[in-house]
């Protein structure tokens, strides 16, 4: 008699198939935001620190401004003030989480029992 063939796949696999690639697709989608949030917490830890370097260059030739001693009140270094001196491109002054402009100031103050200056970062909002 006739021979019955079986060509293709049934419903229940296309199904299963398109399934587990959706699975998979997520799991892709997921991870790479994560890393991608990783990276730009990195770099943005990346940025604060040029900004401290930044401010350790321009307290060399300013130190008569910085306190002295620890009972001194902390300097506080805008930002802006370094970007105008010339230590900082204000194209870097871009938060890399959000995309927006950083705004803030430095904290510099004194350890007496390290005999030397400590650097803070402080973010600010800026204003327009």
């Keep these: 008699m006739y021979k019955i063939t079986k060509n293709g796949f049934t419903l229940l696999e296309l199904l ?34 040029t900004i401290t370097d930044a401010a350790k260059k321009w307290t060399i030739p300013n130190n008569g401004v910085l306190p ?40 510099i103050k004194y350890n007496n029992s390290k005999n030397q200056y400590s650097y803070k970062f402080i973010k600010e909002a800026c204003k327009n």
């Design 68 to 107: 002295m001693n620890q009972n001194d009140e902390a300097y506080n270094l805008p930002l802006s003030k370094l970007s105008e001196d010339g230590y900082i491109d204000s194209d870097e002054l871009i938060d890399p989480r959000d995309n927006k402009k950083m705004c803030g100031y430095i904290e």
């Design 16 to 49: 299963g198939v398109i399934l587990l690639l959706g699975i998979i697709a997520t799991m892709v989608i997921l991870l790479s935001n994560r890393m991608l949030g990783k990276s730009k917490e990195s770099l943005y830890q990346t940025q604060i620190e």
